[in-house]
T-cell receptor, first 113, second 112 residues
Framework: KQEVTQIPAALSVPEGENLVLNCSFT??????LQWFRQDPGKGLTSLLL?????REQTSGRLNASLDKSSGRSTLYIAASQPGDSATYLC????????????FGTGTQLKVEL | NAGVTQTPKFRVLKTGQSMTLLCAQD?????MYWYRQDPGMGLRLIHY???????AKGEVPDGYNVSRLKKQNFLLGLESAAPSQTSVYFC???????????FGPGTRLLVL
């Protein structure tokens, strides 16, 4: 079964710290992987999309990496700020899965002053 | 542009009642999706559409129906609501040959 896992479920860090969020997936045959941010009571906002042929993508203080062979992706957030507090979700489009994204359950991040 | 919008934002139903959730987009998305989000389970795909007049089942389609009569709108129907359908429902869309999905703000549904 194609599954996506995110550990830990929650993370609390002091402001200014660099941090890494983890995402693992059970099948290396993927089309792409996306990281989303979800604020409480809101919809999802796409942060970064990595195609299967890419190793990483960067946007501002965010850097996402992809290692298909090990079934892992990481989202690196540099110099964290309280405004980064949100739930971060990883979603994978598996090859042969059609148009479907398979989501992880997310990591709830709190950046404290 | 409004992006992806959902109506209503919140609704309370009694078991057995019916309702329709509306998703509208002005981003010319070809693909549209309905997901439900439950605590500890992540987002799960209910139904999706690859274009006007088309629909397809997702991971958890039972108890739901959909229609895409116009490209801009994707409707999700519950014919006979059950407490297990208490959830937050999200609509999303993406363009042809585009991979990024754009999400609506969600509809919170409580079935008593």
């Amino acid at each position: 079964k194609q599954e996506v896992t995110q550990i830990p479920a929650a993370l609390s860090v002091p402001e200014g710290e660099n941090l890494v969020l983890n995402c693992s997936f059970t099948d290396s045959a993927i089309y792409n992987l996306q990281w989303f941010r979800q604020d409480p009571g809101k919809g999802l906002t796409s942060l970064l999309l990595i195609q299967s042929s890419q190793r990483e993508q960067t946007s501002g203080r965010l850097n996402a990496s992809l290692d298909k062979s090990s079934g892992r992706s990481t989202l690196y957030i540099a110099a964290s700020q309280p405004g980064d507090s949100a739930t971060y979700l990883c979603a994978v489009r598996f090859t042969g899965g059609g148009n479907k994204l398979t989501f992880g359950t997310g990591t709830q991040l709190k950046v404290e002053l | 542009n409004a992006g992806v919008t959902q109506t209503p934002k919140f609704r309370v139903l009694k078991t057995g009642q019916s309702m329709t959730l509306l998703c509208a987009q002005d981003m010319n998305h070809e693909y549209m999706y309905w997901y439900r989000q439950d605590p500890g389970m992540g987002l799960r795909l209910i139904h999706y559409s690859v274009g006007e007049g088309t629909t397809a089942k997702g991971e958890v389609p039972d108890g739901y129906n959909v229609s895409r009569l116009k490209k801009q709108n994707f409707l999700l129907g519950l014919e006979s609501a059950a407490p297990s359908q208490t959830s937050v429902y999200f609509c999303a869309g993406r363009g042809w040959r585009k991979e990024t999905q754009y999400f609506g703000p969600g509809t919170r549904l409580l079935v008593l």
